[in-house]
C-alpha cells in the first residue's frame, strides 16, 4: 500500500488543498482529480452520489495523485466499511456530539485488535495488494465534524479520541449550532469564536484542523491560522460560477 500522501504532507506541516464532489459523474470527478489536488471529498451526505456510485467514481480518479476520501451520510459502522472497502483512503463522519461516537466512528475504520472494521475489502486489497489489511490502520484517516451545540459542548473530549486524524468544521451546520443563519466564509463573531475554538482544540490535541470554504482568499487565511486540510474548490459552485461568469461575459 502506498503511503497516504496526506499524512506526509501534514508530517511535513504543509497543508493539503482538497476539492468537495458533490456531482455523481465520474468524468467529472476525473477531470477535477487530475487537476492538482492533494485529496478529492466525495459527498454522500449532501452530494448526488450514493452508495452503490462509489466504485466508479473512486476508479474515476484512481489515475491521479489527489487522495480519495469519502463524506459518509452518517456515522454508521457499515457505511464507514463500505466506503473503505471500495478504495477511499480515509472517511469525514458528520454531526459527531461526543468522544463516544468520535471513537466508533475510529473503530470502524480500524482492523482488529486497534478497531472493530470487518474484513472483506473487496477493491482496496486489488488495488492496494493483498497485504492491505495490514497496512490500512496505519494510511487510513478519520475526520470528525463538530457542528452542533452539543459536540460544541463536549469539543474538548471529541478531540482528544485516540485515533482520530483530525476534526473537519462544516461552517453552514455550525452556524446552526451558534444561532445565526448558515453562511460560509463567515464573519459573524459568534461563528468566528467557534471555528477558533475547534482550531484550538485540534492545536492542543496534535490532530488535523480542516475546514470548508467557498472564495480562494478566505481559504488561505484559513491556511494561514493553522488549519492544514483546506477545501479550496467544490464541483457544483465552480461549473455554477463559470458558466454563469462566460453567459455574462457573453451577453455584454
Known amino acids: 500500500m502506498k503511503p497516504n500522501r496526506l499524512l506526509q504532507l501534514w508530517s511535513e506541516g504543509r497543508v493539503a488543498a482538497n476539492a468537495w464532489l458533490g456531482?455523481?459523474?465520474?468524468?467529472?470527478?476525473?477531470?477535477?482529480?487530475?487537476?492538482?489536488?492533494?485529496?478529492?471529498?466525495?459527498?454522500?451526505q449532501h452530494g448526488m452520489a450514493a452508495s452503490a456510485d462509489l466504485p466508479r467514481l473512486l476508479q474515476a480518479v484512481s489515475s491521479s495523485a489527489a487522495v480519495p476520501l469519502v463524506r459518509v451520510p452518517t456515522n454508521e459502522p457499515a457505511m464507514i466499511m463500505r466506503a473503505l472497502d471500495a478504495g477511499a483512503i480515509g472517511v469525514i463522519v458528520p454531526m459527531v456530539e461526543t468522544a463516544e461516537q468520535a471513537a466508533a466512528a475510529v473503530s470502524a475504520a480500524r482492523y482488529p485488535p486497534a478497531g472493530t472494521r470487518s474484513f472483506g475489502p473487496t477493491r482496496a486489497a486489488r488495488l492496494h495488494g493483498p497485504a492491505y489489511h495490514l497496512q490500512a490502520d496505519a494510511e487510513v484517516i478519520v475526520f470528525c465534524m463538530v457542528e452542533t451545540r452539543r459536540g460544541l459542548d463536549h469539543l474538548d473530549a471529541i478531540a482528544a479520541v485516540e485515533g482520530l486524524t483530525g476534526l473537519y468544521v462544516g461552517p453552514a451546520d455550525l452556524s446552526y449550532a451558534v444561532g445565526v443563519d448558515p453562511r460560509m466564509d463567515s464573519d459573524d463573531a459568534a461563528q468566528v469564536a467557534a471555528v477558533a475554538r475547534i482550531l484550538a482544540a485540534c492545536g492542543e490535541h496534535g490532530i488535523v484542523a480542516g475546514i470548508h470554504t467557498a472564495d480562494t482568499a478566505f481559504a488561505r487565511r484559513k491556511?494561514?491560522?493553522?488549519?492544514?486540510?483546506?477545501?479550496?474548490?467544490?464541483?457544483?459552485?465552480?461549473l455554477a460560477t463559470e458558466t454563469a461568469g462566460r453567459l455574462a461575459a457573453f451577453r455584454v
Do not use: K, Y
Open 223 to 238: 491556511a494561514a491560522e493553522g488549519f492544514a486540510f483546506v477545501t479550496v474548490a467544490v464541483d457544483t459552485a465552480a
Open 23 to 44: 456531482l455523481a459523474d465520474g468524468f467529472a470527478a476525473e477531470i477535477v482529480a487530475l487537476g492538482g489536488f492533494d485529496s478529492v471529498v466525495f459527498d454522500l
